[in-house]
C-alpha cells in the first residue's frame, strides 16, 4: 500500500524555511539534493520590497545572521528532507534524488521530484546548480564554464 509522506514532514520544512528567512518573504524557490551520503540544500526567495531573488547562502552577510545560528537551521532543514525521502522509501515509493520545491505568497507549495542519477551524470554540482538557476530564475552564470555548461545543456535540451 502506497502512502503519502506525512504533512507533518512538509510543515517541518516550511517552518524551518521560516525561522532561516529573518524577514518576511513572498515566495521560495529551493533545490535539494538529498542521496544516501551527501545532502545539498539552497533555496532563493524575495519580498515584498525587493523582487530580485536573494541566495540563501548570503543570509548571513545581508542580514547580519550568525552563520552559527544559520548552519544549524540549515542543517535542520536538510534532515527535514532527508526525513521526508526516508518516508519514500519506507513506503516503498520511487526513491528521488533531488527536489525543487516553489512556495508562492507563503502558503501555496509545489514540489518537483526528479529520479536522475546525479552521481552519474556529466554534470557537476556547480554545473547542475547553475541548470537549475537557469530553468528556475532565468540566470546564466557568470563562470564561463558554467555558462557553457548551462548553454550546451539547452542545446541538448532541445534536440531531444
Request: aromatic share 14%; net charge negative; hydrophobic share 35%.
Amino acid at each position: 500500500m502506497e502512502m503519502e509522506p506525512s504533512n507533518e514532514v512538509y510543515q517541518e520544512i516550511l517552518n524551518t524555511i521560516n525561522e532561516i528567512i529573518p524577514v518576511d518573504w513572498e515566495n521560495v524557490l529551493l533545490y535539494a539534493e538529498i542521496l544516501d551520503d551527501s545532502r545539498e540544500v539552497y533555496f532563493f526567495f524575495n519580498t515584498n520590497k525587493q523582487q530580485e531573488y536573494i541566495y540563501s547562502h548570503d543570509i548571513p552577510d545581508i542580514f547580519e545572521v550568525s552563520e552559527n545560528i544559520y548552519d544549524d537551521l540549515l542543517i535542520n532543514l536538510q534532515d527535514s528532507f532527508k526525513k521526508l525521502r526516508d518516508e519514500f522509501k519506507i513506503n516503498e515509493q520511487k526513491t528521488w534524488t533531488n527536489l525543487t520545491l516553489k512556495i508562492k505568497n507563503r502558503n501555496q507549495f509545489t514540489i518537483d521530484f526528479n529520479y536522475d542519477d546525479v552521481l552519474n551524470s556529466h554534470y557537476n554540482t556547480y554545473q547542475r546548480m547553475a541548470i537549475w538557476e537557469y530553468e528556475n530564475l532565468g540566470y546564466l552564470p557568470e563562470d564561463e564554464e558554467d555558462k557553457e555548461a548551462v548553454l550546451n545543456y539547452i542545446k541538448n535540451k532541445d534536440d531531444n
